[in-house]
């Protein structure tokens, strides 16, 4: 009972002398908060497809099949056509202006398609662009496979024409059928696309993708930091002084994890608050599973910084070696892009980071709508991990200042 | 009757033996200081006696308990104030004082009367809200001795308390080791200030390389350099001719005589008649004294006569 009062009281002075530090908030809270506010206003056009890509066009078609291509790309919704000369699209800048990809029409595409021939359409891209080449080129490609499906309906049409008046111009006949087949194919489609959100959350928005993933990122900082305190402690004498008082080790290490502890949850409830209240960040239909979630991930990132201070010999190398930990615990574990595009190999060795379990938990938790039963697996693999780590840094921990 | 009993104290790291086989009694109520250079073993002593660390060798008793068997009762009885600042600097003094207090179980009235006393002992009571990393380095000294005071223990270590700090706070500190030794706190205090060890210590003990080289009183340890005085010479011939030291050992008054590095140390029990006599004995042998000194023996030149070098080195 008297080794709990310390470890309560150890807790208590750790807690104090942390809402004394000025630069500690920094790090724990207003860091991570600036973070996911530039990521999120950055992105969120991007991913929430309110970003408009511009792509360049170059219309050299004699007839009317090629301004017909063109006005079909020019409604296609985030995509705004501008027309330029050959030189510019090839070297894809206008008045000192670059752009990423440019179709080129050529003359006889009209022509070509009326006469029953194939034809070609030239995208000149710019190579280094792999963010938005993917979505124009798409479009592109999904402008010809319309006007291919009218075309082909169009010489369906002249070949039923021809059958019944043999005698008939099939050129005239295929005339007179583009325009209106052309129209149909501008107009509205008969086969649309609805896209839905999967779980409760209908309408994510950015600050529920980057928030979970850059808060545990900053949690593990905000350990390092414990990690770092619990070594000066150690380095100027105060851990010393304990030791020869009549306090158990236990408690002492206790006590420190605890006041870590116990700031791991208010940072990401404060984090995760500011992003609920202030930018409509969303905290899914289970608010037990959350907090389980956050609990779980406080453990382990907890027992993390006492991993790390078990395995350094000075503060300075709790740094670096804490700090590259945490770089790649995070781009492996999915806090700065979504684990999915990885390879699957990387997926694999992203889950043995505390970040990808923490990660997996809470975004099924905010984007997918799950409720606590489902992300018990992810919380008893944390838990798990947790107690790996503690139990190794407490039997490596060295007490004693060498 | 002794508090504390050191058997055979050893602390070996790898290779380096920081204590070798010191042994120790510290009598209740005693001032026992250890002198000695930086790294003579002194604060390994104190780590060792405080359960900090653990013995290679050895064993010490405190209050009857082993420091190797029975660490726990040890830290009841024990208070260390170590050479580091070990407090929190972004902490008030009071509240540094009030953390310390609930490791040794001390809580509610109690406490806070514990650390308005100390305070007042020290001289900071009105600096109690103070923060540690606003005080001057005397003023962290001196509630860095109230940390270790917070229990009221019957033997309290101070490794060297004094370091670093100006003339107005050693002076306070030094008052503040009376006050405690007279209410009957006994004390191991470590230095390697000689002036601080003469002045405080009723029993003392020299440490070189992880051995004692000497212990007893102030009198005891000074008269192993001659009651009345030292002369020491400097000649032109770095050694003597043969014989001489025997014929200087015979003159009035003469103690001891002993050449070290070049020079002759002789003791005497009265240097102002041994001296006329030791310079014909040297004029007789043709020596030619190039440097003469005579001085009252301090534990300065104890410890240059001990170990042929100098405490500070």
């Not at chain 1, 029953?116 to 995208?123: D, E």
């Not at chain 2, 306070?172 to 002045?199: A, C, N, P, Q, W």
Request: proline share 4%; charged share 20%.
């Amino acid at each position: 009972m008297k080794q709990l009062r310390r470890l309560r009281d150890i807790c208590l002075k750790d807690l104090l002398i942390v809402a004394k530090d000025r630069g500690s908030w920094i790090v724990l809270l207003l860091t991570p908060l600036a973070v996911i506010m530039v990521a999120s206003f950055a992105l969120g056009p991007a991913f929430e497809g309110q970003l408009k890509a511009t792509l360049l066009v170059v219309n050299l078609d004699q007839g009317a099949i090629g301004r017909q291509l063109t006005d079909s790309l020019g409604q296609t919704e985030g995509l705004e056509v501008r027309e330029a000369t050959e030189a510019q699209c090839e070297a894809l800048e206008i008045d000192g202006k670059t752009y990423k990809t440019c179709m080129m029409v050529p003359d006889d595409f009209s022509s070509s398609i009326l006469t029953g021939s194939n034809t070609y359409l030239t995208v000149y891209v710019d190579p280094s662009d792999n963010a938005s080449r993917p979505f124009l080129v798409g479009m592109i490609q999904g402008a010809a496979s319309r006007l291919s499906g009218t075309v082909a309906a169009v010489r369906v049409s002249v070949a039923e024409v021809l059958k019944f008046a043999p005698e008939t111009d099939p050129v005239m006949v295929a005339t007179d059928a583009a325009p209106v087949a052309f129209q149909q194919m501008s107009g509205e489609q008969p086969v649309s696309v609805d896209v839905s959100s999967s779980g409760s959350a209908k309408d994510v928005n950015m600050f529920d993708t980057q928030a979970p993933g850059y808060s545990v990122m900053f949690l593990l900082f905000g350990v390092m930091l414990g990690a770092e305190g619990l070594l000066e402690e150690r380095d100027k004498g105060t851990l010393g002084r304990l030791l020869v008082a009549p306090v158990a080790r236990p408690a002492i290490l206790g006590g420190k994890l605890m006041a870590q502890f116990v700031i791991a949850i208010l940072q990401m409830t404060i984090l995760f608050g500011i992003g609920h209240f202030v930018f409509g960040m969303h905290l899914g239909r289970s608010i037990p599973g959350l907090v389980l979630m956050v609990g779980m991930t406080a453990f382990t990132a907890t027992a993390f910084g006492i991993l790390l201070a078990s395995a350094v010999r000075t503060r300075r190398q709790a740094t670096s070696i804490g700090t590259l930990v945490i770089i790649l615990m995070s781009a492996l574990g999915g806090s700065w892009w979504p684990l999915s595009i990885e390879p699957q190999f990387m997926q694999t060795i992203g889950h043995l980071t505390i970040n990808a379990w923490a990660l997996d938990g809470m975004n099924a938790l905010i984007i997918n709508g799950k409720g606590f039963m489902d992300i018990l697996p992810q919380a008893a693999v944390l838990f798990v991990m947790g107690c790996g780590a503690y139990l190794i840094g407490l039997r490596l921990f060295n007490f004693r200042s060498s | 009757m002794p508090l504390v009993v050191a058997e055979n104290l050893v602390k070996r790291y790898d290779q380096l033996t920081a204590v070798d086989g010191v042994s120790f009694t510290i009598e209740e109520g005693q001032i026992f200081g250890f002198l000695g250079p930086n790294g003579a073993g002194k604060s390994t002593t104190i780590s060792m006696l405080s359960t900090y660390l653990d013995p290679s060798g050895g064993d010490a008793l405190i209050d009857g308990f082993s420091i190797t068997r029975e660490p726990r009762k040890v830290k009841d009885i024990i208070g260390v104030v170590p050479q580091d600042i070990a407090l929190y600097p972004t902490l008030t003094a009071i509240q540094n004082l009030r953390f310390y207090g609930k490791m040794y179980d001390l809580g509610g009235e109690e406490l806070d009367h514990r650390c308005r006393e100390l305070l007042e002992l020290v001289g900071l009571w009105d600096r109690r809200d103070s923060r540690i990393e606003q005080f001057s380095g005397g003023m962290k000294r001196r509630i860095n001795m109230a940390a270790g005071l917070l229990h009221h223990p019957r033997f309290l270590m101070l490794d060297e308390p004094t370091v670093g700090v100006d003339p107005q706070s050693r002076e306070h500190i030094f008052e503040t080791i009376f006050k405690i030794r007279d209410s009957g706190t006994t004390i191991l205090y470590t230095s390697h200030y000689m002036e601080e060890v003469e002045l405080l210590c009723d029993y003392i003990a020299i440490m070189d390389k992880g051995k004692l080289v000497a212990s007893g009183t102030l009198k005891e340890l000074l008269a192993i350099l001659g009651e009345g005085g030292v002369i020491e010479l400097e000649m032109s011939a770095p050694e003597c001719p043969e014989g001489l030291e025997a014929e200087l050992g015979r003159q009035q008054g003469v103690t001891s005589v002993k050449q070290q590095d070049g020079r002759l140390v002789i003791s005497s029990k009265n240097s102002a008649h041994s001296l006329p006599p030791v310079l014909r004995v040297l004029e007789g042998s043709g020596c030619e004294v190039t440097h003469l000194e005579i001085y009252k023996p301090n534990l300065e030149k104890l410890f240059i006569h001990l170990t042929g070098k100098e405490l500070r080195e």
